[in-house]
Protein backbone atom coordinates (compact mmCIF):
# COMPACT_ATOMS: atom_id res chain seq x y z
CA UNK A 1 0.00 0.00 0.00
CA UNK A 2 0.86 3.89 -0.49
CA UNK A 3 1.16 5.34 2.93
CA UNK A 4 -1.54 7.99 2.87
CA UNK A 5 -2.36 10.64 5.60
CA UNK A 6 -4.92 13.60 5.27
CA UNK A 7 -5.48 16.45 8.05
CA UNK A 8 -7.10 20.15 8.14
CA UNK A 9 -5.21 22.98 10.10
CA UNK A 10 -7.87 23.36 12.00
CA UNK A 11 -10.93 21.16 13.89
CA UNK A 12 -13.49 23.44 14.70
CA UNK A 13 -15.38 25.79 12.89
CA UNK A 14 -17.74 28.39 13.85
CA UNK A 15 -21.33 27.57 14.80
CA UNK A 16 -24.62 29.36 13.74
CA UNK A 17 -22.74 31.48 10.99
CA UNK A 18 -23.14 31.50 7.04
CA UNK A 19 -20.25 33.51 6.73
CA UNK A 20 -16.83 32.55 4.82
CA UNK A 21 -14.75 29.99 6.91
CA UNK A 22 -11.62 28.80 5.40
CA UNK A 23 -10.24 25.06 5.84
CA UNK A 24 -6.52 23.95 4.56
CA UNK A 25 -6.07 20.35 3.91
CA UNK A 26 -3.03 18.90 3.95
CA UNK A 27 -2.32 14.94 1.97
CA UNK A 28 0.77 13.47 2.37
CA UNK A 29 1.95 10.36 0.02
CA UNK A 30 4.80 7.84 0.92
CA UNK A 31 5.38 4.76 -1.12
CA UNK A 32 5.93 1.81 1.58
CA UNK A 33 8.85 -0.67 1.39
CA UNK A 34 7.68 -2.97 -0.96
CA UNK A 35 7.24 -0.30 -3.75
CA UNK A 36 10.31 1.50 -3.11
CA UNK A 37 12.58 -0.51 -5.02
CA UNK A 38 10.53 -1.48 -7.83
CA UNK A 39 11.79 1.17 -10.07
CA UNK A 40 10.20 1.04 -14.06
CA UNK A 41 12.59 1.72 -17.05
CA UNK A 42 12.36 5.69 -16.71
CA UNK A 43 11.63 7.70 -19.85
CA UNK A 44 13.51 10.80 -20.48
CA UNK A 45 13.80 13.65 -23.67
CA UNK A 46 16.15 15.84 -24.01
CA UNK A 47 14.56 18.98 -25.92
CA UNK A 48 17.35 21.51 -26.75
CA UNK A 49 17.25 25.37 -28.23
CA UNK A 50 19.65 25.97 -31.07
CA UNK A 51 19.02 29.17 -31.67
CA UNK A 52 21.62 31.56 -32.86
CA UNK A 53 21.39 33.24 -29.42
CA UNK A 54 22.48 30.43 -27.68
CA UNK A 55 25.67 30.28 -29.59
CA UNK A 56 27.00 33.40 -28.28
CA UNK A 57 30.55 34.45 -26.35
CA UNK A 58 29.09 33.10 -23.36
CA UNK A 59 28.68 29.48 -24.61
CA UNK A 60 25.15 28.79 -23.81
CA UNK A 61 24.19 25.67 -26.35
CA UNK A 62 27.67 24.30 -24.86
CA UNK A 63 26.28 24.26 -21.68
CA UNK A 64 23.14 22.97 -22.65
CA UNK A 65 25.15 19.92 -24.36
CA UNK A 66 27.67 19.79 -21.36
CA UNK A 67 24.17 18.88 -19.21
CA UNK A 68 22.88 16.79 -21.68
CA UNK A 69 26.54 14.64 -21.86
CA UNK A 70 26.24 14.21 -18.15
CA UNK A 71 22.77 13.18 -17.81
CA UNK A 72 23.43 10.72 -20.53
CA UNK A 73 26.56 9.32 -18.84
CA UNK A 74 25.36 9.34 -15.01
CA UNK A 75 25.35 5.71 -13.54
CA UNK A 76 22.22 5.60 -12.08
CA UNK A 77 20.36 5.03 -15.46
CA UNK A 78 20.44 1.87 -16.94
CA UNK A 79 20.56 0.34 -20.49
CA UNK A 80 16.78 -0.50 -20.47
CA UNK A 81 15.61 3.33 -19.78
CA UNK A 82 14.54 5.18 -22.96
CA UNK A 83 16.15 8.79 -24.34
CA UNK A 84 15.58 10.84 -26.90
CA UNK A 85 17.19 14.00 -28.23
CA UNK A 86 15.76 16.74 -30.15
CA UNK A 87 16.89 20.16 -31.24
CA UNK A 88 14.60 23.25 -32.21
CA UNK A 89 15.01 26.97 -33.27
CA UNK A 90 12.77 27.89 -36.35
CA UNK A 91 12.92 24.28 -37.08
CA UNK A 92 12.19 21.09 -35.15
CA UNK A 93 14.14 17.57 -35.44
CA UNK A 94 14.36 14.38 -33.74
CA UNK A 95 18.10 13.42 -33.55
CA UNK A 96 17.46 10.18 -31.51
CA UNK A 97 14.02 8.77 -31.38
CA UNK A 98 12.88 7.08 -28.33
CA UNK A 99 15.04 4.34 -27.76
CA UNK A 100 16.49 2.28 -24.73
CA UNK A 101 19.88 3.26 -23.45
CA UNK A 102 21.67 0.23 -24.50
CA UNK A 103 24.05 2.34 -26.68
CA UNK A 104 25.31 5.69 -25.23
CA UNK A 105 27.58 6.50 -27.80
CA UNK A 106 25.13 6.49 -29.84
CA UNK A 107 22.69 9.40 -27.65
CA UNK A 108 25.75 11.00 -27.02
CA UNK A 109 26.70 11.57 -30.33
CA UNK A 110 23.34 12.87 -30.98
CA UNK A 111 23.73 15.43 -28.57
CA UNK A 112 26.91 16.56 -29.89
CA UNK A 113 25.16 17.13 -33.35
CA UNK A 114 22.93 19.85 -32.10
CA UNK A 115 26.21 21.98 -32.38
CA UNK A 116 25.32 22.04 -36.28
CA UNK A 117 21.91 23.79 -35.76
CA UNK A 118 20.79 27.05 -36.15
CA UNK A 119 17.98 29.68 -36.43
CA UNK A 120 15.34 31.99 -34.45
CA UNK A 121 13.07 30.43 -31.76
CA UNK A 122 9.80 28.56 -32.15
CA UNK A 123 9.67 26.28 -29.23
CA UNK A 124 6.12 24.90 -29.75
CA UNK A 125 7.97 22.99 -33.08
CA UNK A 126 10.17 21.10 -30.20
CA UNK A 127 7.26 20.64 -27.73
CA UNK A 128 5.11 19.19 -30.41
CA UNK A 129 8.13 16.69 -31.29
CA UNK A 130 9.08 16.21 -27.51
CA UNK A 131 5.10 15.22 -26.74
CA UNK A 132 4.82 12.83 -29.90
CA UNK A 133 8.59 10.84 -28.69
CA UNK A 134 7.25 10.66 -24.65
CA UNK A 135 3.67 9.33 -26.07
CA UNK A 136 5.46 6.33 -27.21
CA UNK A 137 6.64 5.53 -23.37
CA UNK A 138 4.31 3.26 -21.55
CA UNK A 139 1.82 5.12 -19.80
CA UNK A 140 2.23 4.69 -16.62
CA UNK A 141 6.31 4.72 -16.60
CA UNK A 142 7.93 7.57 -14.91
CA UNK A 143 9.08 9.83 -17.28
CA UNK A 144 10.87 13.87 -17.66
CA UNK A 145 11.41 16.11 -20.44
CA UNK A 146 14.10 18.02 -20.10
CA UNK A 147 13.96 21.20 -22.12
CA UNK A 148 17.18 23.86 -22.27
CA UNK A 149 16.24 27.55 -23.71
CA UNK A 150 17.68 31.26 -23.18
CA UNK A 151 15.20 33.03 -25.32
CA UNK A 152 11.37 34.07 -25.80
CA UNK A 153 9.64 31.90 -28.53
CA UNK A 154 7.18 33.33 -31.24
CA UNK A 155 4.49 30.76 -30.29
CA UNK A 156 3.53 31.34 -26.93
CA UNK A 157 0.08 30.52 -26.45
CA UNK A 158 0.76 27.49 -28.88
CA UNK A 159 3.60 26.21 -25.88
CA UNK A 160 0.84 27.13 -23.35
CA UNK A 161 -1.85 24.53 -24.97
CA UNK A 162 1.00 21.72 -25.55
CA UNK A 163 2.49 22.40 -22.15
CA UNK A 164 -1.66 20.91 -20.47
CA UNK A 165 -0.67 17.90 -22.84
CA UNK A 166 2.19 16.74 -20.80
CA UNK A 167 0.72 16.17 -17.38
CA UNK A 168 -2.40 13.75 -18.55
CA UNK A 169 1.09 11.39 -19.58
CA UNK A 170 2.71 12.14 -16.33
CA UNK A 171 5.64 14.09 -18.72
CA UNK A 172 6.77 16.91 -16.27
CA UNK A 173 8.47 19.45 -18.07
CA UNK A 174 11.27 20.55 -16.91
CA UNK A 175 11.84 23.80 -18.22
CA UNK A 176 15.61 25.11 -17.49
CA UNK A 177 15.96 28.99 -18.80
CA UNK A 178 19.62 29.99 -19.29
CA UNK A 179 21.14 33.31 -19.59
CA UNK A 180 18.94 36.32 -18.93
CA UNK A 181 16.78 37.02 -21.57
CA UNK A 182 13.97 33.55 -21.21
CA UNK A 183 10.69 34.19 -20.65
CA UNK A 184 10.49 33.20 -17.14
CA UNK A 185 6.42 33.87 -16.88
CA UNK A 186 6.47 31.45 -19.70
CA UNK A 187 9.09 28.59 -18.53
CA UNK A 188 7.04 28.62 -14.95
CA UNK A 189 3.51 28.37 -16.47
CA UNK A 190 4.98 25.02 -18.50
CA UNK A 191 6.46 23.70 -16.02
CA UNK A 192 3.54 23.75 -13.82
CA UNK A 193 0.78 22.89 -16.08
CA UNK A 194 2.62 19.66 -16.63
CA UNK A 195 3.66 19.51 -12.64
CA UNK A 196 7.53 19.86 -13.33
CA UNK A 197 9.91 21.90 -12.33
CA UNK A 198 11.41 24.99 -13.64
CA UNK A 199 14.53 26.39 -13.36
CA UNK A 200 17.29 29.51 -14.12
CA UNK A 201 20.77 27.93 -14.65
CA UNK A 202 23.37 30.98 -13.59
CA UNK A 203 26.39 31.15 -11.25
CA UNK A 204 24.46 29.97 -8.52
CA UNK A 205 22.24 26.89 -9.95
CA UNK A 206 24.59 24.12 -11.36
CA UNK A 207 23.42 21.51 -13.84
CA UNK A 208 25.04 19.55 -11.53
CA UNK A 209 22.38 20.36 -8.53
CA UNK A 210 19.33 20.43 -11.13
CA UNK A 211 20.59 16.44 -12.39
CA UNK A 212 20.53 15.46 -8.68
CA UNK A 213 17.23 17.40 -7.80
CA UNK A 214 15.59 15.82 -11.25
CA UNK A 215 17.38 12.31 -11.80
CA UNK A 216 17.65 11.59 -8.45
CA UNK A 217 13.58 12.39 -7.79
CA UNK A 218 13.12 10.50 -11.14
CA UNK A 219 15.09 7.11 -10.30
CA UNK A 220 13.17 7.22 -7.32
CA UNK A 221 9.60 7.85 -8.74
CA UNK A 222 8.38 4.46 -8.33
CA UNK A 223 4.34 5.90 -7.85
CA UNK A 224 2.63 7.35 -11.06
CA UNK A 225 -0.61 8.88 -12.30
CA UNK A 226 -1.85 9.58 -8.97
CA UNK A 227 -5.66 10.99 -9.35
CA UNK A 228 -7.87 12.17 -6.84
CA UNK A 229 -11.62 12.54 -6.27
CA UNK A 230 -12.93 14.57 -4.42
CA UNK A 231 -16.63 14.58 -2.37
CA UNK A 232 -18.19 17.42 -0.61
CA UNK A 233 -20.97 18.47 1.09
CA UNK A 234 -23.33 21.51 0.49
CA UNK A 235 -21.79 24.99 0.78
CA UNK A 236 -18.18 23.25 0.39
CA UNK A 237 -16.42 24.80 -2.15
CA UNK A 238 -12.59 24.17 -3.43
CA UNK A 239 -10.61 26.29 -3.80
CA UNK A 240 -7.17 25.54 -5.13
CA UNK A 241 -5.13 22.15 -4.80
CA UNK A 242 -1.50 22.50 -4.43
CA UNK A 243 1.55 20.39 -4.41
CA UNK A 244 4.24 21.87 -1.53
CA UNK A 245 6.67 19.40 -1.38
CA UNK A 246 9.24 18.54 -2.38
CA UNK A 247 8.70 21.24 -4.65
CA UNK A 248 5.93 23.72 -5.74
CA UNK A 249 3.22 23.36 -8.30
CA UNK A 250 -0.57 24.26 -8.92
CA UNK A 251 -2.78 21.54 -9.73
CA UNK A 252 -5.51 21.53 -12.49
CA UNK A 253 -8.92 21.93 -10.66
CA UNK A 254 -11.00 22.11 -13.67
CA UNK A 255 -10.12 18.71 -15.09
CA UNK A 256 -11.85 15.55 -12.73
CA UNK A 257 -10.20 13.45 -11.44
CA UNK A 258 -7.80 15.69 -9.86
CA UNK A 259 -3.93 14.98 -11.37
CA UNK A 260 -1.70 15.08 -8.67
CA UNK A 261 1.55 13.71 -10.83
CA UNK A 262 4.04 11.25 -10.04
CA UNK A 263 5.49 10.49 -6.28
CA UNK A 264 8.91 9.49 -5.15
CA UNK A 265 10.16 6.81 -2.75
CA UNK A 266 12.62 8.09 0.39
CA UNK A 267 10.67 11.21 0.95
CA UNK A 268 7.01 12.46 1.41
CA UNK A 269 4.92 14.43 -1.13
CA UNK A 270 2.78 16.72 0.15
CA UNK A 271 -0.08 18.47 -1.33
CA UNK A 272 -2.73 21.57 0.29
CA UNK A 273 -6.33 21.74 -0.65
CA UNK A 274 -7.56 24.90 0.26
CA UNK A 275 -11.95 24.84 1.21
CA UNK A 276 -14.19 27.60 1.45
CA UNK A 277 -17.47 26.64 3.85
CA UNK A 278 -20.47 29.24 3.53
CA UNK A 279 -23.60 29.65 3.27
CA UNK A 280 -24.98 27.24 5.51
CA UNK A 281 -25.54 27.98 9.20
CA UNK A 282 -24.78 24.84 11.04
CA UNK A 283 -25.54 23.95 14.85
CA UNK A 284 -23.27 23.01 17.16
CA UNK A 285 -22.53 19.61 15.76
CA UNK A 286 -19.65 17.43 14.14
CA UNK A 287 -20.03 17.28 10.57
CA UNK A 288 -18.00 15.34 7.32
CA UNK A 289 -17.65 17.89 5.11
CA UNK A 290 -15.19 16.14 2.52
CA UNK A 291 -14.12 13.02 1.62
CA UNK A 292 -10.71 12.38 -0.21
CA UNK A 293 -9.90 9.35 -2.30
CA UNK A 294 -6.58 8.49 -4.40
CA UNK A 295 -6.20 6.00 -7.22
CA UNK A 296 -2.57 5.57 -8.40
CA UNK A 297 -0.06 3.74 -10.94
CA UNK A 298 2.75 1.48 -9.52
CA UNK A 299 4.77 0.62 -12.93
CA UNK A 300 7.43 -1.19 -11.14
CA UNK A 301 4.87 -3.90 -10.01
CA UNK A 302 2.22 -3.76 -12.86
CA UNK A 303 -0.85 -3.04 -10.85
CA UNK A 304 -2.97 0.28 -10.15
CA UNK A 305 -3.45 0.91 -5.99
CA UNK A 306 -7.00 2.32 -5.14
CA UNK A 307 -6.26 3.96 -1.20
CA UNK A 308 -9.44 4.17 1.30
CA UNK A 309 -10.99 7.05 1.12
CA UNK A 310 -9.93 10.07 4.14
CA UNK A 311 -12.62 11.78 5.31
CA UNK A 312 -12.20 15.84 6.81
CA UNK A 313 -14.74 15.69 9.98
CA UNK A 314 -15.18 19.46 11.80
CA UNK A 315 -16.64 20.12 14.92
CA UNK A 316 -19.08 22.74 14.62
CA UNK A 317 -18.78 25.11 18.17
CA UNK A 318 -19.47 28.82 19.99
CA UNK A 319 -15.96 27.83 21.57
CA UNK A 320 -13.66 30.35 20.33
CA UNK A 321 -10.56 29.22 22.34
CA UNK A 322 -11.47 25.62 19.89
CA UNK A 323 -11.93 27.55 16.76
CA UNK A 324 -8.22 29.33 17.12
CA UNK A 325 -6.70 26.25 17.42
CA UNK A 326 -4.69 25.31 14.21
CA UNK A 327 -1.71 22.67 13.21
CA UNK A 328 1.26 23.69 13.32
CA UNK A 329 2.90 21.54 10.43
CA UNK A 330 0.19 21.88 8.01
CA UNK A 331 0.18 25.82 8.19
CA UNK A 332 3.93 25.63 7.64
CA UNK A 333 2.98 23.93 3.82
CA UNK A 334 0.00 26.79 3.98
CA UNK A 335 3.03 29.35 4.66
CA UNK A 336 5.07 27.96 1.77
CA UNK A 337 2.64 28.13 -0.40
CA UNK A 338 2.32 31.67 0.10
CA UNK A 339 5.78 32.48 0.34
CA UNK A 340 6.13 31.30 -3.33
CA UNK A 341 2.81 33.87 -4.09
CA UNK A 342 4.88 36.86 -2.78
CA UNK A 343 7.73 35.99 -4.58
CA UNK A 344 5.74 35.75 -7.91
CA UNK A 345 4.34 38.78 -6.97
CA UNK A 346 7.50 40.54 -6.34
CA UNK A 347 8.72 39.84 -9.45
CA UNK A 348 5.56 41.49 -11.15
CA UNK A 349 5.88 44.67 -9.13
CA UNK A 350 9.83 44.91 -9.83
CA UNK A 351 9.17 46.26 -13.58
CA UNK A 352 7.02 49.40 -11.83
CA UNK A 353 6.91 49.81 -8.57
CA UNK A 354 10.02 48.72 -7.18
CA UNK A 355 9.61 49.79 -3.30
CA UNK A 356 6.49 47.54 -3.20
CA UNK A 357 8.82 44.70 -4.25
CA UNK A 358 10.69 45.13 -1.65
CA UNK A 359 7.96 45.40 0.55
CA UNK A 360 6.59 42.46 -0.70
CA UNK A 361 10.13 40.22 -0.62
CA UNK A 362 10.60 41.42 2.71
CA UNK A 363 7.43 39.87 4.22
CA UNK A 364 7.96 36.73 2.08
CA UNK A 365 11.77 36.34 3.81
CA UNK A 366 10.17 36.97 7.63
CA UNK A 367 8.51 33.65 6.38
CA UNK A 368 11.11 31.89 5.40
CA UNK A 369 13.03 32.59 8.75
CA UNK A 370 10.01 31.29 10.39
CA UNK A 371 10.33 28.03 8.10
CA UNK A 372 13.93 28.19 8.47
CA UNK A 373 14.03 27.63 4.88
CA UNK A 374 17.88 29.06 4.85
CA UNK A 375 18.19 28.67 1.03
CA UNK A 376 15.25 30.87 0.00
CA UNK A 377 15.94 33.15 2.89
CA UNK A 378 19.75 33.59 1.17
CA UNK A 379 17.78 34.38 -2.57
CA UNK A 380 15.78 36.97 -1.14
CA UNK A 381 18.87 38.29 1.22
CA UNK A 382 20.33 38.83 -2.40
CA UNK A 383 17.57 40.51 -4.21
CA UNK A 384 17.02 43.02 -1.29
CA UNK A 385 20.42 43.77 -1.08
CA UNK A 386 20.64 44.58 -4.90
CA UNK A 387 17.37 46.67 -4.55
CA UNK A 388 18.84 48.66 -1.64
CA UNK A 389 22.56 48.79 -3.49
CA UNK A 390 21.19 49.76 -6.97
CA UNK A 391 17.75 51.43 -6.07
CA UNK A 392 15.61 48.68 -8.66
CA UNK A 393 15.94 44.60 -9.60
CA UNK A 394 17.59 43.35 -12.37
CA UNK A 395 15.94 40.61 -14.80
CA UNK A 396 18.49 38.21 -13.93
CA UNK A 397 17.14 37.97 -10.37
CA UNK A 398 13.42 38.41 -11.08
CA UNK A 399 14.18 35.42 -12.99
CA UNK A 400 15.74 33.39 -9.90
CA UNK A 401 13.28 34.46 -7.70
CA UNK A 402 10.38 33.19 -9.72
CA UNK A 403 11.81 29.90 -10.93
CA UNK A 404 14.44 29.33 -8.06
CA UNK A 405 11.86 28.92 -4.79
CA UNK A 406 9.64 26.73 -6.19
CA UNK A 407 12.80 23.74 -6.42
CA UNK A 408 13.67 24.96 -2.94
CA UNK A 409 10.36 23.96 -0.67
CA UNK A 410 11.18 22.10 2.69
CA UNK A 411 9.84 19.61 5.05
CA UNK A 412 8.53 20.45 8.15
CA UNK A 413 9.97 18.98 11.57
CA UNK A 414 6.40 17.10 11.82
CA UNK A 415 6.77 12.88 12.36
CA UNK A 416 7.11 11.54 9.30
CA UNK A 417 4.94 8.67 8.02
CA UNK A 418 6.18 5.24 9.04
CA UNK A 419 7.03 1.92 7.22
CA UNK A 420 8.96 3.37 4.64
CA UNK A 421 12.91 3.58 4.06
CA UNK A 422 14.64 6.44 3.76
CA UNK A 423 16.49 7.73 0.80
CA UNK A 424 20.01 6.52 2.22
CA UNK A 425 18.33 2.83 2.34
CA UNK A 426 16.65 3.39 -1.40
CA UNK A 427 20.31 4.41 -2.73
CA UNK A 428 22.19 1.33 -0.42
CA UNK A 429 19.40 -1.09 -1.51
CA UNK A 430 19.21 0.18 -5.43
CA UNK A 431 22.50 1.74 -6.09
CA UNK A 432 20.75 4.94 -7.45
Known amino acids: ?42 AIVLLVDTSGSMQGDDARLERAIEACHGLLNDN ?13 NDTASTLLPLLELDDRQKANAAVDSIRKYSGGTVMGLGMD ?12 A ?20 LASEFGPINAPLVAVGIGAEFNHDLLRETAASSMGRPYHLNSETTFEQILEEELGSLVREVVTDVRMNIGMTKGVTLDSAMRVFPSISEINTEEKPFRLGNVSAGTETVFILEFTVSGLSRPP ?45 VMDYVKQK ?36 ANVTRMLDGAL ?15 TISLGGRAKTIK ?14 IRKATGV
Open 285 to 329: SRARLVQIQLTAEVPGMNRREELPPEDVWMNFTTDTAAISQVNAE
Open 142 to 161: PKRVLLFTDGETTDEERCRL
Open 76 to 88: RLRPDDLISVIQF
Open 338 to 373: NVDRLMQQATQEAANDPAAAGRTLQLAKNMTLQLKN
Open 1 to 42: MIKFACRAHREALKAESDEAQKIFVMLKLLPTRDMAYARAPL
Open 412 to 425: TGAASLDNAPSLEE
Open 385 to 399: DELKTTGSISMQTRK
Open 129 to 140: QALAEIRKAPLP
